[in-house]
């Protein structure tokens, strides 16, 4: 069975200021304080002799290699994305960076907020622009009703509240 998968679709590089703020932040941690913490692990597990069976040298290496790969994302990533920190003219209307309040076909109430690919927090509702879910509310004011094809199925929901302030409790 062949391992090939056709390639993902670009992500949209648009990311809150506060997103923005927090991979800046990431990107100093792991420069400033895990990697030098791990090559000096490094060293010293290499000071010990032999290294074809030195467990923690080979696993300093992956964690080394695995925090460069991360550098080198987060690098490149930020120079692509474009902060969006203003509200947009018309906050009647959803669009990126909205609060929404939805309401299914049950009467449940969902709130969501929609980021860029870089933030999304299921936890927090949180969900990426690129989402079915986004895509279908973009567009969308307080009262239209809309369909969208969720990967567990058709579902139905009616946008109740936009805002483009965090709600409280959020």
Do not use: C
Request: no cysteine.
């Amino acid at each position: 069975m062949s391992r090939w998968r056709p390639a993902a679709a670009p992500s949209t590089a648009v990311i809150t200021a506060d997103g923005h703020r927090r991979l800046r932040d990431e990107l100093d941690t792991l420069w400033r304080v895990r990697r030098p913490e791990v090559v000096t692990a490094l060293a010293a597990a290499a000071a010990e002799g032999d290294r074809s069976e030195n467990a923690e040298y080979t696993y300093r290496k992956k964690q080394l290699g695995e925090i460069d790969r991360r550098l080198r994302y987060l690098t490149k990533r930020l120079e692509s994305l474009k902060v969006v920190d203003s509200v947009p003219a018309d906050t009647g209307v959803v669009y990126f960076g909205a609060w929404i309040e939805l309401e299914d076909e049950a009467g449940q109430s969902h709130r969501y907020r929609i980021v860029g690919p870089d933030e999304t927090d299921p936890q927090r509702g949180w969900i990426s622009l690129d989402s079915p879910l986004a895509r279908a509310a973009l567009g969308k004011r307080e009262g239209d009703p809309f369909e969208v094809q969720l990967p567990s199925g058709p579902a139905s929901y009616e946008i109740v509240r936009i805002a483009y302030q965090a709600p409280a409790g959020a």
